[in-house]
């Protein structure tokens, strides 16, 4: 069956709502069509990547600018993953001037459409959470595991162009993890042994998204009370990173539990662990430690601060947020005593879309597999992996 437009899907199909927006559905329709959708499906929020001048370039702001220009407006609560600096503190960063100047044209083009410039994948923890069976178009990998697993809000994992396509029209097409039918696990990872830090958390998502191979993973034995928000964040994150795993449930935790007893079933022991985390680590001693991959909650960052105020690390530290949280920490004062122990919280930015590699760092430290299974490749870093009580102390 063929892809059926609504009459105001259709006026804006056919240009009546402008430029900008024909382009818009042009993309949404060529999607919708390609993965066999009946229908459109209107979106309650958009989250939109492609947002840092480093991964853009020249061309992708001429594009953003282009779309402004023609008058693109958004139609839903849309907002940016991060950018390739903190808007108020790239000088400190070490950011180039005219990586900044660029950097922040984007931000413009993006906020003349509507765009709100929150630059974090993590929005679940600045108040943006879509409620169980919420249809929303999310782009940042990380941010697209959390929504559909955690949040039980449904969204598939769209591309920059296609998430801002669907924030101007409002809609998106009716296909792939928004349908009951494909929110369904295909593998069983029996965990069968203590997960403590984020490290583990990491190395864990990191090994079964390598062996998913884009099957939707489902979780046993994983302990509810002690895997709070911010190690499910970093679990759904490396399995994103090294297996394009957009779906995943642990029984007891996450709202869908749709296992069948017939799909394939494996245990993760220590030895597996031990094995996945020293297959991350290089075991350097890092001159950067970036904390907050995905962006850190509040809580995260209250527990930097206690370690580095009693002990201070002994190497250069970020951690890496949303501005919202920067400024609530700001008022807690864990900023001042993260600043204090020689570390900086960096907003609106991440360790991998920023240009470290121009900025003199060669061993880069992180307890989340995401960061791990980037940083080689998009910033040509060595990497340390471990828990912070590792890696800050090495
Ligand atoms: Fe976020 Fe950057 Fe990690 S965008 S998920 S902190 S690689």
Redesign the pocket.
Known sequence: MSLLLSKSEQAIFDGEAGEAARQSMDILVALGKIYGAKKMIPITSAQISGVSYKTMGDAGLEYLQGLAKKGAKVKVPSFL??AGMDREQWKEMGIPEDFAKKQIEILDAYARMGIMKTCT??PYFIGIRPKKGEHVAWA?S?AVAFANSILGARTNREGGPSALAAAICGVTPYYGLHLDENRHADIVVDVKCDLKGLADYGALGSAIGKLSKNRNPAFTGIDKTTAGEPKLKVLG?SMAATGSVPLFFIKGITPEWNVSDKIERIKFTDSDLKAAKKEIDTGLKPDLVTI????ASLEEIKDVAILVERKKPTCDFWV?TSRKLKDEAEKLGYKKTIEEAGGLIVADT????CPLEEMGHIVTGTD?G??AA?LPNLCKQKVAFGDLEDILYR
């Open positions: 993953n991060p994948c993590a940042e990380s994150a907050g991959c995905p962006h890496c991440c360790m991998v879309v989340s995401k960061a980037y």
